[in-house]
């Protein structure tokens, strides 16, 4: 168990950073999964017969040395770099300012075509980095204690714009390796968490080739066990989650009850606690060493007494699992409050004596809104008063 306590308010650095948008015209490479990145090239009239040492080429380029230049591809000769630059683009998302949070949090504000705006987090630790990233627009899944969830769903991001975030995270942390500089085995980004904006498995394309892209052994090189996806429970996508992309498996839970997750999380009364455990059992990877995180955010008076302890491990039973106990995160208008760090640590003493690891989770970026489930592109804060924003998750007179 955590015996951290939560983090007194901070003071905040924002800093804009202008950045060109993604040009018209021209085919976007990034985001191409390799067997897509070949049928372009040839498409382009590279030959088949050297279109997979092409793809080689390029891929290292674009996801080993962070290039952004055809014309710097000095590998390739120079008409079929032309071809390139005259075919092609290597864009990345706008980053419209970047917040740095005096615990070295730092939160994105970036904007894609169309001009819409998404938000990722970095979240510095010791031997580690956790990239945060976001999947879609907003939300559609309104879960009642997430500002995200206020925001109405706009649309999927791409593939691009998806690998386009670790990308530019390399690029704000100087993580690119220099040629011809002794290498450097230091992962600053060392991790990446599908818990942004949206809900991965209502993309679930668009999120596999690009993780597809993160994980592949010669560019970003992450491995599958250092990515994980969390879900709000789409039952149908869960397997496929296991069998396409490989990574690890999360799940917001936060309830113990129909009754109240049906509150929490509103896709509970489309595939309900029952359908999800059972998905979550037959789960392809499930092992002692590939386990499930249980996220479960503390809701004071809401779903953190004992007996919710006690119905959560119950359960669970028989699901190699860790129960991962997020205090709440408060935003302007939300209706419900943080947990008593005293309740919290009973709760996860309980989980623990049970058998299950029970951590804490450290509230991160609280004084930049970049903690879990804070995340709203800046566009979309207009602010419902907590009245209106109660009423739509059923809390008038709770």
């Known amino acids: 168990m955590s015996d951290a306590q939560p983090t007194a308010p901070v003071t905040q650095d924002v800093v804009t950073i202008p950045r060109k948008l993604p040009e ?3 085919v976007n490479l990034v985001g191409l999964t390799r067997d897509q990145l070949r049928d372009a090239l040839i498409a382009a009239g590279t030959p088949e017969k050297q279109a997979k040492m092409r793809v080689g080429q390029v891929w290292q380029w674009i996801y080993h040395w962070g290039v952004r230049d055809f014309a710097a591809m000095t590998n390739l000769a120079k008409d079929y770099r032309s071809m390139l630059a005259e075919r092609f683009e290597i864009a990345l998302p706008e980053i419209v300012t970047r917040q740095v949070s005096a615990d070295g949090t730092r939160k994105y504000l970036l904007r894609i075509a169309g001009g819409h705006e998404v938000e990722t987090v970095y979240i510095p630790e010791e031997n580690r980095g956790t990239l945060c990233i976001s999947s879609q627009v907003g939300c559609t899944l309104t ?9 109405k769903l706009v649309r999927n991001l791409t593939a691009a714009e998806i690998v386009g975030q670790v990308m530019l995270a390399r690029d704000d942390l100087g993580e690119w390796p220099e040629q011809g500089a002794p290498k450097n085995e230091t992962r600053l980004v060392s991790n990446v968490v599908l818990m942004g904006m949206g809900e991965p498995l209502y993309n679930f394309d668009n999120v596999r080739d690009a993780m597809k892209v993160v994980m592949d052994g010669e560019g970003l090189t992450l491995s599958r066990r250092r990515i994980t996806l969390s879900t709000s429970g789409v039952v149908p996508e869960i397997a496929k989650t296991a069998e396409e992309i490989g990574c690890l498996l999360a799940v917001s839970f936060h309830a113990t009850t129909d009754e109240i997750r049906d509150r929490l ?10 359908a999800l455990l059972a998905a979550l059992r037959d789960y392809p990877r ?6 499930i995180t249980f996220e479960y955010v503390m809701l004071k008076g809401v779903n953190d007494s004992d ?18 106990l997020i205090p709440f995160n408060e935003w302007p208008g939300s209706p419900y409050q943080r947990s008593d760090w005293e309740r919290i640590e009973a709760f996860a003493d309980i989980i623990y004596k049970a058998g299950y690891a029970s951590p804490i989770r450290t509230p991160r970026g609280e004084d930049i ?6 995340l709203k592109s800046a566009t979309e804060r207009a602010r419902k008063s907590r009245a209106e924003i109660a009423a739509e998750a059923g809390l008038r007179g709770a």
């Open 24 to 26: 018209s015209g021209r």
């Open 143 to 151: 879960c009642s204690f997430c500002h995200t969830g206020t925001q």
């Open 265 to 274: 999380v509103p896709i509970n009364k489309r595939w309900n606690i029952e």
């Open 286 to 291: 499930l092992s002692n060493s590939e386990r």
């Open 307 to 324: 007996e919710d302890a006690k119905r959560l491990v119950k359960l669970i039973r028989g699901i190699p699992a860790k129960i991962n």
């Open 369 to 374: 809104m970049a903690a879990c489930g804070q």
